[in-house]
């Protein structure tokens, strides 16, 4: 072959695996390519493949083992029978409504995790399955749009209480629908989607007091945005506006038989009592307010209106700073009071409101009553990625990584087929006084369908669209994960590269030019976590002039050739943690970080004869990391020498004792990943441990 024709044979495999990508446009979770204040555009959802690893054998996990679990639980009559109740209501069958008001979402959040992973897998049995469940659900539809088995079947009224959750099922079909449109083509259930919003558009467009407490588990604003990105109907836009201007209306308070409740005039639990845009603190319920927040950042990416951007700016500030965990858990209450702030002396919250599974107070953090529900954190995951979309500042991805590593993943069992509602930081084994949703084991779903495991099988199963993003200036890295990245940039030129690395137990990370336009001048960005110190940046081996600075991006501008290389070591040294003093739940304690993962101790891992309560760690803690790869689905370990409390100096004034008679003698510690804890026998837990400075 001659040189030219060795050139033009190089250029047309370029061009043609460059170009197949960007031929089809399935769109990200969130399409958000023509969304006018969107400085960062999702990529398609096909253009990332995992190759192996954590996130890997996570979606392996989620494909064999979370998918088919939930879709069995989801037809079992002891569990509520979900398809059963859409079945009903599409008089598919004979029977009775079971289970909660809201499983029919449990349903499209199934729906929509089986798009995920079929988009990725191709599997012929499943995507059938698929297409019955769409069947089922555009019978079960109501001539007029209406679409909740939870009314239909039972001959209830629709819209009668706000407990029902009718609004928040048919936000997730809308959301579901979207992507099912986008990633298999069809548009069945797009349709079924449309008729559902058109229905939702007239009946609320009057805004009707009576029904203000309907959206209060507002899923409603992101499934309409969605649906009109997905359609080009401004009308679904105006559906999420009008939902996010009603908020702070006063009207309504989002409980059962609101009308014969004393509140009439809003209630901080559904962020009803000042409209969002003059909100200054974060309230209520978690979910609740993650999902408006993710809604409304959905509706400025749209609208570009600087006083819902300022307003999620100031509360963004407000939870990050004075309602969040270290996990990235958010929701500190089981049930509790508001809790604002004064203003001009003056108490502004509402005598005799009630909060549940909500913020507490501003430094309210308590550990072994936290609750921390799965999905609180999953709708902040989905606020942040908006945040981040809208802004392009890593302190959103930072969020993202830390819940999704710690208060995310510790939903889950690690064999992905058990799931807790709670997440809480610390735990007293068998002896643990259980509050509402806690349960010893990871025994949920146990007692009835609850909304976390399908919420977090749908963000494990599209966790691979979230790394990347694309501005006119070029490619964005925002998370590491082993994968290959075969797509486009704003321009349509092709790009393929390879993503190495063994994070997040590494912070070693090689990304590899496989195809790209030979020459083509563009910037690569990459995210240097908040976390990470002195972190370096090569390129073919040669220390690049980056700005490294954790918390930010570092940009690489040049001219890419195939075969480039980009090395990035973000150094995991193992950190112990301090809270802000004003938390007195931790003051004096310690956590312990490496990377984004937060660790726990587990009294399963302590020697015969230490009590789990006498352990403190020296402030000096030197750490010795090893790998296990067949412990907890394979986790980093953490050893350290550690002091306990002799035993002999317990106690000796009652339940007190005088400083002096207190001795500590030297012992062996293994902390593990929080995310992994109550995997094995039920164990006592802390991830704070006092410190011995
Ligand atoms: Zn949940």
Redo the contacts with the bound molecule.
């Keep these: 072959m001659s040189r030219s024709s060795a050139i033009a044979a190089v250029f047309l495999v370029t061009f043609l695996t460059c170009s197949s990508p960007a031929a089809s446009r399935d769109y990200g979770v969130i399409k958000n390519q023509n969304s006018p204040l969107a400085k960062l555009k999702s990529v398609n959802l096909g253009d990332v493949k995992w190759t192996n690893g954590f996130w890997a054998d996570r979606f392996a996990q989620t494909r064999d083992v979370t998918l088919p679990k939930l879709w069995e639980l989801a037809s079992d009559p002891e569990m509520g029978h979900a398809i059963q109740n859409l079945r009903i209501a599409a008089g598919l069958e004979e029977g009775e409504f079971a289970g909660t008001h809201w499983q029919d979402a449990w349903v499209y959040k199934w729906l929509e995790s089986a798009c995920y992973i079929n988009a990725v897998t191709d599997d012929k049995e499943l995507g059938e399955q698929i297409d019955e469940i769409v069947e089922v659900i555009a019978r079960a539809q109501q001539p007029d749009g209406y679409i909740a088995s939870q009314t239909t079947v039972r001959g209830w009224p629709r819209f009668e209480q706000p407990h029902n959750h009718e609004l928040y099922t048919m936000g997730h079909l809308l959301t579901a629908a979207s992507i099912h449109h986008r990633l298999t083509g069809k548009t069945k259930l797009l349709d079924v989607a449309r008729k559902t919003a058109d229905y939702v558009y007239e009946t609320f467009k009057g805004r009707d007091p009576k029904l203000a407490d309907f959206p209060r588990n507002p899923s409603i604003i992101m499934g309409a945005v969605e649906l009109y990105r997905t359609t080009g109907n401004k009308k679904y836009l105006d559906l999420a506006n009008f939902f996010i201007d009603w908020r702070g209306s006063r009207y309504g308070n989002g409980r059962r038989n609101a009308w014969a409740s004393p509140l009439k005039n809003g209630s901080d639990l559904n962020q009803n009592w000042r409209p969002l845009r003059k909100e200054t603190e974060v309230v209520g319920h978690a979910?609740f307010f993650t999902y408006l927040y993710a809604g409304a950042a959905d509706a400025y990416m749209e609208t570009g209106d600087s006083a819902l951007l300022a307003a999620l700016e100031r509360l963004w500030t407000d939870l990050v700073t004075k309602k969040m965990y270290v996990t990235g858990g958010v929701s500190p209450e089981h049930k509790s009071h508001p809790a604002r702030s004064f203003e001009s002396g003056k108490l502004t919250t509402i005598v005799g409101d009630s909060i549940h599974e909500g913020v507490a107070a501003p430094y309210e953090l308590p550990n072994d009553t936290a609750y921390n529900?799965?999905?609180?954190q999953?709708g902040n995951l989905m606020w942040n990625w908006r945040m981040l979309a809208i802004t392009g500042e890593a302190r959103f991805a930072d969020i993202m990584e830390r819940t999704l590593y710690n208060s995310i993943l510790s939903g889950i069992e690690v064999d992905g087929e058990g799931w807790s509602?709670t997440n809480p930081l610390r735990w007293h084994g068998s002896e643990h006084v259980l509050r509402s949703q806690d349960t010893h084991k990871r025994s949920y779903p146990g007692r009835r369908m609850?909304?976390?495991p399908t919420?977090l099988m749908r963000t494990v199963a599209s966790w691979h669209n979230y790394l990347y993003s694309t501005d006119a200036t070029g490619l964005w890295v925002h998370h590491y994960g082993a994968n290959v990245f075969d797509g486009a940039l704003e321009n349509g030129r092709g790009l393929k590269l390879t993503q190495e690395t063994d994070y997040p137990w590494d912070g070693k990370v090689r990304i590899t030019v496989d195809a790209v336009e030979q020459g083509q001048a563009f910037s690569v960005r990459l995210r240097i976590p908040g976390w990470a110190e002195d972190a370096k940046l090569t390129v073919n081996g040669s220390v690049v002039q980056a700005d490294c600075k954790p918390g930010s991006y570092a940009s690489i501008g040049r001219r890419w050739t195939a075969g480039d290389v980009i090395e990035l070591d973000l150094p995991m040294s193992v950190r112990m943690i301090v809270a802000d003093t004003r938390i007195e739940q931790t003051r004096n304690q310690v956590a312990v970080m490496r990377g984004p993962i937060v660790y726990c101790l587990e009294s399963s891992d302590l020697p015969d004869g230490v009590a789990f309560e006498d352990i403190s760690l020296p402030g000096n803690a030197e750490w010795k990391v090893r790998h296990e790869p067949d412990l907890l689905g394979g986790v980093t370990v953490l050893r350290t020498n550690a002091l306990a409390i002799d035993k002999n100096a317990r106690h000796d004034i009652g339940g007190y004792r005088h400083v002096s008679g207190v001795q500590w003698r030297p012992i062996e510690i293994s902390m593990i990943p929080y995310y992994a804890w109550n995997n094995r026998e039920e164990p006592k837990m802390t991830v704070w441990l006092p410190v011995r400075w």
């Design positions: 979910v529900e799965t999905c609180g999953i509602y609850i909304c976390c919420n």
